[in-house]
């Protein structure tokens, strides 16, 4: 199993997003959904344009079962709006072209993401880039608030979030490169 990495620098995470948009929107709004909810990908594809309509969704996240409710970024919110408009209420936001209303399956979801990443030159990706992506991010502009982003992504110790978002690893690696003999 390969470790996947978050995305660490803003200006990729525009290249990627612009990289899907030109694509295709429904694509460019599920990267764009991952990386503002930190959600997994499983409960991110079971969304449905009635999900999307409130300035809030609840969920009921389905690795932990823990039910959560929380107001939607601004600029995420913006886009779903624009994206839902005309679409049926029932309709799966991330809708795969085969079928009538289904949802894409993670390995499309995870097909997606590893070629617009690798494209714009970020690799050891997956699924799990977004939402470790946007716990990154989130932990960076909190001014290191680890307990609220351990509570966010159900985790049980600092040093578990710390790892999963790479801070811990980026750590050691700048400790690594300043270490001097002589």
Known sequence: MNIVEPIRDAEKVKEIY???KNGSDRNALMFYFGIYTGLRISDILKFKVKDCLNKSYNIREQKTGKQKTYDWNPY??????????GKDPNEYLFKSRKGSNIP?????AYE????????????NVGTHTLRKTFGYFLYMQ???NIAMLMEILNHSSETIT??????????????????RYF
């Open 162 to 179: 710390l790892k999963y978002i790479g801070i811990s690893q980026e750590k050691s690696n700048s400790a690594m490169k300043k270490m």
């Open 112 to 123: 997606i993401i590893k070629k617009a990443c690798n494209a714009c030159g970020i690799y």
């Open 104 to 108: 894409i399956k993670r390995q499309t």
């Open 18 to 20: 612009e990289y899907l």
């Open 76 to 85: 995420l919110f913006k886009e779903l709006k624009q994206y839902c408009e």
């Open 142 to 144: 909190s001014k290191n």
